[in-house]
């Protein structure tokens, strides 16, 4: 790592622990004053915003593909192949909600202590008994007509092979009018998490200039079939969404004077 790119990282994950603990901060002292679902509102306002504003620090530059989605009337599956922890910001920019995610980003600097006040259900997939309770903790949260992004591969991956969806990742909304949103991701090569501790990974790509991701958001549709065929027909649905996310990053290129 040159040393432009070791100071770029310095100061980008300066500017995360401040807009970080400015968030936590303003958005509870804002979900407190307003108390019921006026203070939820105001919270997920607040986290929509830091996770544009640490997008924009870290030079994430987002070509759509698709429309984005509208603002839900009822509860709402958001469904995504899984590159990088970037992911779940680009997620929460486009569809607001609460992310299933991995048990161990509860420990991860700065980034847990967001997770955890927004409300994340965090999910051991070793453990059956962490299962049933993220599967509960989800139900709640779609009888309550919220929106909870899932990764159903159940982890990150390298390049474009969407993996199998577990079956069990849909079993709470079994028996609920849910509306599901897929999302296909394509990054440029390098930008996976994979074989490397969060906070190598974070120092690694806060050294870029900027980070190149497509999103193609699918057509909303309504979760109707049982979990095991919604989890294959949905995993081949994103696998073409990737494959459209690609294809448009490829169209793209880099941007004019951006260097990897």
């Not at 909600?97 to 997939?125: E, H």
């Not at 008994?129 to 599967?135: D, E, V």
Request: with cysteine; aromatic share 6%.
């Amino acid at each position: 790592m040159t040393l432009l790119e070791q100071t770029r990282g310095s100061v980008r994950a300066a500017v995360l622990i401040g807009m970080t603990a400015c968030m936590l901060f303003a958005s509870e002292v804002h979900r407190r004053m307003l108390g019921g679902e006026a203070g939820e509102q105001a919270f997920a306002r607040w986290r929509s915003a830091w996770a544009q504003g640490l997008l924009r620090t870290f030079g994430v530059r987002v070509t759509l593909r698709g429309q984005r989605p509208r603002e839900p009337t009822g509860a709402r599956l958001v469904i995504a192949n899984h590159r990088s922890p970037l992911d779940i910001l680009i997620s929460l920019e486009l569809t607001g909600g609460t992310v299933l995610s991995r048990a161990d980003l509860a420990g991860w600097p700065v980034l847990g202590k967001a997770a955890q006040a927004a409300d994340t259900i965090f999910v051991d997939r070793a453990d059956p008994r962490s299962g049933l309770a993220a599967i509960r903790a989800m139900r709640a949260r779609l009888k309550r007509k919220g929106t909870v992004i899932l990764f159903p591969e159940g982890g990150t991956f390298e390049g474009d092979e969407v993996r199998a969806f577990s079956a069990g990742a849909f079993a709470a909304a079994r028996g609920l009018d849910v509306e599901v949103v897929p999302i296909g991701f394509a990054y440029e090569p390098g930008c996976e998490f994979v074989h490397e501790g969060f906070r190598e990974y974070l120092m690694r790509m806060s050294g870029r200039p900027n980070v190149r991701v497509a999103a193609a958001i699918g057509r909303p549709q309504r979760l109707v079939t049982k979990r095991s065929q919604a989890a294959v027909a949905l995993q081949g649905e994103v696998q073409a969404l990737v494959d459209q996310a690609r294809q448009a990053l490829n169209q793209h290129g880099p941007p004019k004077g951006d260097t990897a």
